[in-house]
């Protein structure tokens, strides 16, 4: 059973940047790609950001691209989520998901094993 915690997240202004961290327990989590969402109130869980297995690979949200960067440590079994020029609409839960995949991908339904979510209040 994968288990992921995340952390790093809190409150900011406009322009700050915040990191996020997940750190994974359980399973073979370095042959797997995995990936951060979010969920502002009263909206659907979106994509933000996905990592491959070994981390050469990566695939972004639009509304996130050029200002989020995703890494990983295997060897620390974390993976992170540097966010860089935050804006207000970046507001929400932030969710760490372990996938069934070993390439990134953006789809909810590839990832089986999610943490409870940390989260990410960017005030203007």
């Known amino acids: 059973q994968v288990q992921l915690v995340e952390s790093g997240g809190g409150l900011v202004q406009a322009g700050d940047s915040l990191r996020l961290f997940c750190t994974a327990s359980?399973?073979?989590?370095?042959?797997?790609?995995m990936g951060w969402f979010r969920q502002a109130p009263g909206k659907e869980r979106e994509f933000v950001a996905a990592v491959n297995w070994s981390g050469s690979s990566t695939y972004y949200a639009d509304s996130v691209k050029g200002r989020f960067t995703i890494s990983r440590e295997n060897a620390k079994n974390t993976v992170y989520l540097q966010m860089n020029s935050l804006k207000p609409e970046d507001t929400a839960v932030y969710y760490c998901a372990y996938s069934s995949l070993n390439w990134p991908d953006p789809r909810l339904g590839a990832y089986p094993y999610w943490g409870q979510g940390t989260q990410v209040t960017v005030s203007s």
């Open positions: 359980g399973g073979a989590l370095s042959r797997n790609a």
